[in-house]
């Protein structure tokens, strides 16, 4: 079986560990960039508390500017923030079991990493969470985030039919649905945004442990 992972809220916890950080020190960059703030630390858990109803952080980083009223062109200097390399000694977990799994699936499947984003800060992020990419027999970054034509190319290159293909993303949008229109299994990974996000009907699979999957991929 091929199966397709997505980083972000499914190998590893973005929005616990990461995205928080990168809040605050976007903030900081804004404050500097000319965005006045009554008081920092309630500006920071105002801005957290938008993040976590919002499925991306450049929306969060927007409504923020809008209420707090700052100038919107501030909002490029966050978003430079959000994807700018991480502190040398900044460790970014896994979610559970996910190095246990990984080792169980390699010697019968084949593996593939495929999340969209800036590439450096993606491959980063998985260095930084000590999952070893060879691991993978492949690593897509799209940088535009759409991975149905990654989809298409990968099932080309492996030459797995379709329905021995796998999906698990925390996404509905982003990694699910373009898997579903090619006739693959899907696996909604509840982590993170991905419980913000309703399981569609068309969805194979509901977990919130990648050690789930077990049982997922004997049955």
């Given at each position: ?19 928080p ?45 809008m ?24 460790q ?18 084949t593996?593939?990493?495929?999340t ?10 998985l ?51 373009p898997?579903h ?12 945004r ?26």
């Amino acid at each position: 079986m091929l199966i397709i992972f997505d980083l972000d809220d499914t190998l590893i916890d973005t929005s616990g560990f990461v995205t928080p950080f990168k809040l605050k020190e976007s903030l900081k960059k804004l404050v500097h960039g000319g965005l006045c703030v009554s008081n920092f630390e309630e500006a920071y858990l105002q801005l957290l508390q938008m993040d976590r109803q919002m499925l991306k952080s450049s929306d969060s980083l927007h409504q923020f500017l809008m209420k707090n009223g700052g100038d919107l062109s501030l909002q490029s200097l966050a978003l430079q923030e959000m994807s700018s390399p991480l502190p040398e000694h900044f460790q970014v977990p896994t979610t559970p079991h996910v190095k246990e799994i990984l080792q169980w699936l390699q010697p019968l499947h084949t593996l593939v990493l495929v999340t969209g984003g800036n590439p450096p800060f993606q491959m980063e992020k998985l260095e930084k969470a000590g999952i070893d990419k060879s691991i993978f027999s492949n690593i897509a970054i799209p940088e535009d985030s759409k991975k149905l034509p990654v989809y298409k190319r990968l099932l080309q290159e492996f030459a797995f039919p379709a329905s021995q293909v796998l999906v698990c993303g925390d996404r509905i949008a982003m990694d699910l649905l373009p898997a579903h229109e090619l006739g693959f299994k899907t696996v909604h990974m509840r982590w993170g945004r991905g419980k913000l996000m309703e399981t569609q009907p068309w969805v194979d699979y509901t977990i919130s442990d990648l050690s789930e999957l077990k049982r997922i991929i004997k049955a």
